[in-house]
């Protein structure tokens, strides 16, 4: 009989050699142990693991199954046999196993704090808000616990409490985003950051943060701090990509990139702050958010590269059907099979302009579908900002096309799935709080990509009278 010291020796030898990418080497490894030990709990939790990781579903689901039954109440192995229901987009029986789980005797708070994720991703905005409020007022010092209820106060439209709980953002254990500054005065301390004192003449560096819809959808609160206080200097740092489009907007004074950093270290200021940190000085509730639309407006003449893409006796119409790959939430975000968009696409009596960053021109000539492909000649928000200012409508998932769309006050239909629904686009909205311009169309459980873009089909026709 193995000693559980040797076992959970050779456990770790399957997590390295995953770690180290021999995926087919941990496979293997993971099923002789499994042939060794056919009943014990911590090499079926393992297998099932490792399996789910390699996209091996069915196998995986074998071995939670068998585990369970080995030890029915054992929180912790229900739970890993959520996560792979969730991945396997079975939202149903998840929350009917988490539920389940959750009903057994000495289910610590984290376990709850784990369904309420579930519950979020789900839709059920309300029930993770109270299971939140209740955790979060036993746990005030849990920033992840803290951190989930802002978001939730965020969707719900309770801006007030709920921005300034999102600055748990900073302190959360499993931090997922890089909150950097720049200026060696502020990593040093000799710039404070902003607290809510007097601005009036004074200068105040703001950092830009996560995306760059984040940028665009919360730039809108320099203008309201320039109304309150006399003689405010503003100055931001930002990504490369869309400091162009930053520098055409007159309520910002200067304008640097992370890669300007002697530059950023001769600015003289006297308060610095992240962006989505300013919010919480201005907002109460979704009925008073600052509108001043638009609030991104220059005069952008459409650039010759671009005239091409642009019909000049049919409307034309922007489109974007897929984001970053590499964002967390992409699976439910981006759509991966052009086709889905055919309703849409099959209407030949309008122009159609793809937005995104890349290359779908092979799937647009697969499919018969008449798309110009713009990707390879824009190089900054600023070119991104002038297509679209001459469009005469947008039509994107959920990327930062849509918050330019809104924040030019463009025509736009934000396509959202209501699994896993960022916070911005609140809790079953049809239409934007943030972008009056925005109208949402919102993909349930139920519907597929194709029954959504013919719902868009049906009000594009109507819009332009096909």
């Not at 959520?82 to 988490?98: C, I, Q, S, T």
């Amino acid at each position: 009989m193995i000693s559980d010291k040797e076992l959970l020796r050779l456990l770790e030898e399957v997590e390295d050699t995953f770690k180290n990418n021999d995926h087919l080497k941990a496979l293997k490894q993971i099923s002789d142990l499994v042939r060794k030990y056919p009943r014990h709990t911590l090499v079926l939790n393992t297998a099932g693991i490792i399996f789910a990781r390699t996209g091996q579903f069915s196998e995986s689901e074998k071995y939670f199954k068998t585990l369970i039954s080995i030890e029915p109440n054992n929180f912790r192995y229900k739970y890993n046999y959520v996560n792979l229901l969730v991945k396997e987009e079975r939202f149903n029986e998840a929350e009917l196993l988490m539920k389940e789980a959750l009903s057994q005797k000495k289910v610590d708070d984290e376990y709850y704090f784990q369904y309420t994720s579930l519950a979020v991703k789900v839709g059920k905005i309300e029930e993770a808000y109270e299971i939140l409020v209740n955790l979060v007022s036993k746990n005030p010092n849990n920033h992840d616990m803290r951190f989930a209820l802002s978001t939730v106060m965020l969707a719900k439209g309770e801006l007030d409490n709920g921005w300034k709980m999102y600055e748990s953002r900073f302190l959360r254990r499993r931090v997922k985003v890089n909150y950097k500054v720049a200026s060696k005065d502020i990593v040093k301390g000799n710039i404070e950051r902003y607290s809510g004192q007097n601005l009036s003449d004074r200068t105040l560096l703001i950092h830009d943060e996560q995306g760059y819809g984040d940028l665009i959808q919360f730039i809108r609160y320099v203008p309201l701090l320039k109304e309150r206080y006399l003689n405010l200097l503003v100055i931001l740092i930002c990504k490369k990509p869309i400091s162009s489009l930053m520098k055409k907007l007159d309520f910002i004074d200067q304008v640097f990139i992370y890669e300007e950093q002697e530059k950023i270290n001769q600015i003289n200021a006297d308060y610095w702050d992240f962006i989505m940190s300013i919010p919480k000085y201005f907002e109460i509730s979704y009925s008073s958010l600052p509108l001043h639309l638009p609030y991104i407006s220059f005069d952008s003449e459409i650039k010759e590269r671009h005239k091409n893409f642009f019909h000049s006796n049919k409307p034309n119409i922007g489109i974007c059907f897929k984001g970053n790959n590499k964002h967390l939430n992409d699976q439910y975000r981006s759509i991966q099979n052009i086709k889905d968009l055919s309703p849409v696409l099959n209407l030949k009596a309008l122009n159609f302009v793809y937005l995104g960053v890349d290359d779908v021109s092979s799937e647009a000539q697969v499919n018969n579908f008449s798309l110009c492909n713009s990707n390879s000649t824009i190089e900054s928000f600023e070119d991104l900002y002038s297509i679209i200012n001459n469009l005469d409508l947008v039509i994107s998932v959920d990327t930062s096309i849509v918050h330019l769309s809104g924040a030019a006050n463009k025509e736009c239909f934000a396509i959202i799935n209501s699994i896993s629904t960022d916070w911005r686009w609140g809790n079953n909205l049809k239409d934007s709080p943030w972008y009056p311009s925005v109208k949402i169309f919102r993909k349930d459980q139920k519907e597929n990509w194709h029954q959504i873009f013919s719902d868009v089909s049906d009000f594009v026709r109507k819009k332009f009278d096909l």
